[in-house]
């Protein structure tokens, strides 16, 4: 016998939450706000809004179903099942940090602040969830397939990502590096960098986008489903043992960039979570390209 489908509601802790994490009561933290010459009204006022939004999907999700809630820093925790309907309660980035998380369950995009929010990923409102949670199940789904970056170090770590992988220095420092396509005809360039950055086009919108401005003669941006990725080399320092020759490309199904590092310590972290990163050192390298999953965004 097959199981019902689960929801699960993804979430994150609201700046309200937080505030009264650190000062203990609603009328400590509004002192605290006031004498900085902020007022705590619509921070309580985006909280309430959030939490009527989880509850009006929750009560949205059929009888039948089961149910369960994570909060977005136990994400890398929690246990994602092949029969789970992933509904994201929040921002656009919310999205993206759940994304690296998943292996092709549906995605629903629930926006808690329309107006505020982009909406890019986020594209529906509470009162279309039960609609969605049904249609997310259904043989005719409607899904966007958007492509996604993937890091595999060649001690089998592997990191997944919906807008960018960057590696690099953990405390900002220049890393020393050698860097070049994934095949035995190249041969790699020697560089020190910031790090390195690859995005798809779900993240073209954002870090990626400001690093393509900057750079003539590169590809245009892809699109959030096209199976294509740009990478970028951050502040490449030229040397007499050092070069800037590979600072820009792009990658396509089957292309990989292998980086090998010579420096002490590099992370590679996805999507801004620099708490969920792949730990480099000496001598190891990483692969990174188009992820063989996509995330399935429920249109």
């Known amino acids: 016998m097959s199981l019902a489908p689960r929801a699960v509601l993804v979430h994150r802790t609201t700046e309200y939450e937080e505030l009264l994490a650190r000062h203990g009561t609603h009328g400590q933290a509004a002192f605290f706000l006031g004498s900085r010459g902020r007022s705590i009204d619509e921070i309580a006022a985006r909280h309430h809004r959030t939490r009527r939004a989880l509850d009006e999907v929750a009560a949205a999700v059929p009888l ?21 309907v992933v509904v994201v309660v929040g921002q656009d980035g919310l999205v993206a940090n759940a994304a690296k998380y998943l292996a092709g369950q549906p995605v629903v995009g629930i926006d808690t602040d329309p107006g505020r929010n982009p909406g890019v990923l986020v594209r529906h409102r509470t009162a279309d ?39 690099g220095p953990p405390d900002h420092r220049t890393v020393r590096y050698r860097i070049g396509p994934d095949d035995a005809g190249t041969a790699p360039e020697p560089q020190a960098s910031s790090g390195v950055l690859i995005g798809t086009g779900t993240g073209a919108t954002g870090w990626i986008r400001s690093l393509w401005r900057e750079r003539s003669g590169v590809p245009a941006l892809p699109g959030p489903v096209d199976p294509r990725l740009l990478w970028f080399v951050r502040e490449a320092w030229p040397s007499p043992t050092t070069g800037t020759s590979l600072i820009a490309g792009e990658l396509t199904i089957g292309q990989h960039l292998r980086i090998t590092v010579e420096s002490d310590r590099v992370v590679a972290f996805g999507d801004g979570m620099e708490s969920d990163a792949l730990e480099l050192t000496w001598g190891q390298s990483v692969r990174l390209g188009i992820a063989g999953t996509a995330l399935r965004l429920v249109v």
């Open 129 to 167: 969830a039960a609609a969605l949670l049904r249609a997310a199940v259904s043989p005719r789904c409607v899904a966007d397939r958007l492509t996604m970056v993937e890091a595999v170090a060649d001690d089998t770590q592997r990191l997944l990502a919906l807008n960018e992988i960057c590696v």
């Open 64 to 84: 039948q179903w089961r149910r369960s809630r994570v909060e977005r820093t136990d994400l890398d925790r929690f246990l994602f099942a092949p029969e789970d």
